[in-house]
């Protein structure tokens, strides 16, 4: 049985310590100092990491590479608002803001390759496709988000979003590809330690984030009930597109390996990105609420894409007995 992923057990404990001791006062200024500073340190280090030749291995598999896309910035989104028009209060206003933002974020990249490993599928072209859509996701979530914001009855300013992204996600990211013949070696022997460096970078966000959020009056807008049914969503949104891609890619004549990798990439959502993203797209004010449901999604995916990925490997390989990697 799958285990709480220890990041998620970070942010929850870096959630709590925002409740009770948020930053205020002077101090204020200087975590927003800090948290564009480490957003743009961890993109930078992303960019010397990444692999060109890894990309150019899988970029022949254009079909594979469309229908993933597809997924994350089309179907995805289609279905969170689907389920708003349907259920228009079941949520609070700024928690269904929370739960569209997911539906238009890019894949994740480190957990989707690893679960289209565990479960023998098409790693090359998960590698090529994950990387593809967060960098796509650069520009493309923040014109989603301005367009699903526009479809309930709110605003964004997508040009803005993007310019700011850009800045901060996108210069940074470029920075570190064009020094990765120097230093990419070095950050790929050193990949636990950044790793680890960039999930600190998130939490710095997060307590930055929900100290706001808290000072806010953020859980009196956000009772127990609502976190319990943004987790209905979120799974609800996660079992649909996981039968999409699982099913869609047969009829569409994918091979075993290569439904494996559109499963793992077109399902998946990017916390890594996602916090810095929803730190630049929105009011300080509510950044706080509208990563809650991207939180919640990012456990049930882990939890249900690790279950799913240890059948595919059953089903590719009957004796396998390995235990399932945890990300």
Same mark, same amino acid.
């Given at each position: 049985?799958?285990?709480?992923?220890?990041?998620?057990?970070? #942010?929850?404990?870096?959630?709590?310590? /925002?409740?009770?001791?948020?930053?205020?006062?002077?101090?204020?200024?200087?975590?927003?100092? $800090?948290?564009?500073?480490?957003?743009?340190?961890?993109?930078?280090?992303?960019? @010397?990491? #990444?692999?060109?030749? @890894?990309?150019?291995? +899988?970029? &022949?598999? *254009?079909?594979?590479?469309?229908?993933? #896309?597809?997924?994350?910035?089309?179907?995805?989104?289609?279905?969170g608002l689907a389920l708003h028009a349907a259920f228009p209060n079941l949520l609070t206003h700024t928690l269904w803001l929370g739960v569209l933002f997911v539906c238009v974020l890019p894949s994740t990249v480190q957990s989707?390759?690893?679960?289209?490993?565990? +479960?023998?599928?098409?790693? =090359?072209?998960?590698?090529?496709?994950?990387?593809? !859509? %967060?960098?796509?996701?650069?520009?493309v979530t923040p014109i989603l988000t301005g367009l699903v914001l526009a479809k309930t009855g709110s605003h964004a300013s997508s040009s803005k979003g993007i310019l700011d992204i850009v800045l901060q996600l996108l210069v940074?990211?470029?920075?570190?590809?064009?020094?990765?013949? *120097?230093? +990419?070696? *070095?950050?790929?022997? %050193?990949?636990?330690?950044? !790793?680890?460096?960039?999930? &600190? !970078?998130?939490?710095?966000?997060?307590?930055?984030?929900?100290?706001?959020?808290?000072?806010?009056?953020? *859980?009196?807008?956000?009772?127990?009930?609502? $976190? &319990?049914?943004?987790?209905?969503?979120?799974?609800?949104?996660? /079992?649909?597109?996981?039968?999409?891609?699982?099913?869609?890619?047969?009829?569409? +004549?994918?091979?075993?390996?290569?439904?494996?990798?559109?499963?793992?990439?077109?399902?998946?959502?990017?916390?890594?990105?996602?916090?810095?993203?929803?730190?630049?797209?929105? =009011?300080? @004010?509510?950044?706080?609420?509208?990563?809650? =449901?991207?939180?919640?999604?990012?456990?049930?995916? $882990?939890?249900?894409?690790?279950?799913?990925?240890?059948?595919?490997?059953?089903?590719?390989? =009957?004796?396998?007995?390995?235990?399932?990697?945890?990300?």
């Amino acid at each position: 049985m799958p285990k709480l992923d220890p990041f998620l057990l970070a #942010l929850i404990a870096t959630v709590l310590l /925002a409740s009770v001791l948020p930053c205020h006062g002077q101090a204020v200024p200087l975590f927003q100092g $800090l948290t564009i500073v480490v957003i743009a340190i961890m993109f930078f280090m992303q960019g @010397a990491r #990444l692999s060109r030749a @890894a990309i150019l291995a +899988g970029l &022949g598999h *254009w079909r594979l590479h469309l229908a993933i #896309l597809a997924c994350t910035f089309v179907i995805f989104p289609l279905l969170g608002l689907a389920l708003h028009a349907a259920f228009p209060n079941l949520l609070t206003h700024t928690l269904w803001l929370g739960v569209l933002f997911v539906c238009v974020l890019p894949s994740t990249v480190q957990s989707s390759i690893a679960f289209t490993s565990i +479960g023998r599928g098409n790693v =090359p072209a998960a590698v090529c496709s994950a990387t593809a !859509s %967060n960098l796509l996701g650069i520009v493309v979530t923040p014109i989603l988000t301005g367009l699903v914001l526009a479809k309930t009855g709110s605003h964004a300013s997508s040009s803005k979003g993007i310019l700011d992204i850009v800045l901060q996600l996108l210069v940074p990211f470029l920075a570190g590809q064009l020094l990765q013949p *120097w230093i +990419g070696g *070095w950050a790929q022997r %050193n990949k636990r330690i950044l !790793s680890m460096t960039d999930r &600190g !970078s998130i939490l710095i966000v997060v307590y930055t984030a929900f100290s706001e959020a808290v000072m806010q009056g953020l *859980w009196h807008k956000v009772p127990a009930g609502q $976190l &319990g049914l943004v987790l209905l969503v979120d799974s609800v949104l996660l /079992a649909v597109i996981l039968l999409v891609t699982r099913f869609g890619a047969r009829a569409l +004549g994918f091979s075993r390996e290569d439904e494996v990798a559109i499963t793992f990439c077109g399902s998946k959502k990017t916390l890594a990105s996602g916090v810095p993203m929803a730190n630049v797209l929105f =009011p300080s @004010a509510i950044v706080g609420q509208i990563v809650l =449901p991207l939180m919640i999604f990012h456990q049930v995916q $882990l939890f249900v894409c690790a279950v799913l990925a240890r059948r595919y490997a059953r089903q590719a390989t =009957p004796e396998l007995t390995e235990p399932v990697l945890r990300t």
